[in-house]
């Protein structure tokens, strides 16, 4: 049988003159958990509507569970389950009520409807919220509810679309929680997200996204190893001094520079030897180093050696 759940075919979409995506391919296996992860306007919502056959590709084609979402898309989306960035619910409903008018959208009905509704607000944990009208929801609640509408008709492929954004720490982790449970139980999920933790925790493999390219693909191990054994240095400054970080980009092991938002981060081949330089410089400059963090390569560092750029909220 074949082990391949999603497989994405220089998929292209441009909207006029804005190309969304360009030329994305990348598989999913079956059983995994396969992260999109970029910052917002990567282009990741915009390839997994079509995937989800919400848009039709420019250029290119996809196949789900080996049907393609182009020639085939009603076979897709009854073998998938689509968990949207924004709410798709009815808040003068309560939460069976939802789950219920959902899952008969679906064709579920009587003893079968009743049990998986039970079923999915025992695996979003609101079986003793279930009576409660969703205006009095708080948006983690909202969220899982929105998850567990994905799941009513048992999708053997889901996937979600930044399920975490604007929610309190317990709701988020909730989510997660039951992303990592679903997984267990063999369904492949498809995972967009800016959080870089979130594709850390998650994944079996990570793809990550950059104005409409896949820049770094693979696992969390192998994506790390881009950047070899390159220190990443967080630095504070009593002050902003551009020509200062002009000198530091100058000095021998420093291999890359950005700031943003009053942090200054460096990737350096030896923070032990760098460091020293830095200090030096910033004396004459009179500006004093406030704080120093460094730390291990890790996705950020990925990103910002590949794009310049740091990925941040």
């Not at 968990?83 to 003068?92: C, G, N, S, T």
């Not at 219920?100 to 009587?110: I, S």
Request: charged share 25%; with cysteine; glycine share 10%.
């Amino acid at each position: 049988m074949n082990d391949i759940a999603i497989q994405v075919n220089k998929l292209h979409k441009d909207f006029g003159e804005v190309y969304a995506v360009k030329g994305v391919s990348f598989a999913v296996r079956r059983g995994e958990v396969f992260s999109l992860l970029g910052p917002n306007g990567a282009g990741k919502s915009t390839t997994i509507s079509m995937l989800a056959c919400l848009l039709r590709p420019t250029e290119g084609d996809a196949t789900v569970l080996g049907h393609s979402v182009t020639a085939q898309p009603h076979q897709v989306k009854a073998r998938l389950g689509v968990v949207p960035q924004e709410i798709a619910l009815y808040d003068d409903l309560s939460a069976r009520e939802n789950l219920e008018f959902w899952g008969k959208m679906y064709g579920l009905r009587g003893a079968a409807l009743a049990g998986r509704v039970d079923e999915v607000l025992n695996l979003i944990g609101l079986t003793d919220r279930q009576k409660g009208r969703l205006e009095k929801f708080s948006g983690g609640m909202k969220r899982r509810i929105n998850i567990g509408v994905a799941l009513l008709h048992k999708p053997d492929v889901v996937i979600m679309d930044e399920p975490t954004v604007g929610i309190d720490p317990q709701s988020r982790r909730h989510i997660l929680d039951g992303v990592r449970d679903l997984n267990r139980q063999g369904t492949t999920v498809l995972y967009t997200t800016h959080y870089m933790e979130e594709a850390q925790e998650l994944s079996d493999h990570i793809a990550i996204m950059d104005q409409g390219e896949i820049i770094g693909l693979g696992t969390h191990a192998e994506l790390v190893q881009i950047v070899g054994e390159q220190d990443r240095i967080d630095l504070r400054l009593s002050e902003a001094n551009e020509p200062l970080l002009d000198r530091w980009r100058e000095v021998p092991g420093v291999s890359q520079i950005t700031a943003e938002d009053g942090l200054i981060t460096l990737l350096a081949d030896d923070s032990n030897l760098v460091l020293p330089h830095l200090f030096e410089l910033a004396a004459p400059a009179g500006v004093r180093i406030t704080s120093v963090d460094i730390q291990e390569p890790n996705l950020e560092t990925v990103f910002l050696h590949l794009t310049g750029r740091a990925l941040r909220d």
